[in-house]
């Protein structure tokens, strides 16, 4: 018997938005300053034709904080430690 092995193609982030699979470009950083402290960023993904969208609906809410190109953000990010 053989198992079949696992995908290992590399992982595209998708689209946060419902039933979209698109490629995502964008992140919007958020957060409900009734569950999470000031400094939290939680993050929702988009693609080109659902940033609008998604913005607005973060940000009628109070929740949106920032808006940057996925790769922007990635490389913001502090490299992951090798440590164990």
């Known amino acids: 018997m053989t198992l079949p092995l696992p995908d ?3 992982v595209t982030p998708q689209c946060s938005a419902k039933g979209c699979r698109a490629d995502a470009v964008w992140v919007l950083a958020w957060n409900n300053p009734k569950l999470h402290t000031p400094e939290r960023r939680k993050t929702w993904l988009a693609c080109e034709e659902h940033r ?3 913005s607005k609906f973060l940000g009628v809410r109070g929740f949106l904080k920032d ?3 996925l790769d922007e953000w990635e ?3 502090p490299p992951e430690s090798t440590e164990g």
């Open 75 to 77: 490389d913001r990010r």
């Open 8 to 10: 290992t193609s590399p």
């Open 67 to 69: 808006v940057m190109k």
């Open 52 to 54: 609008e969208h998604l």
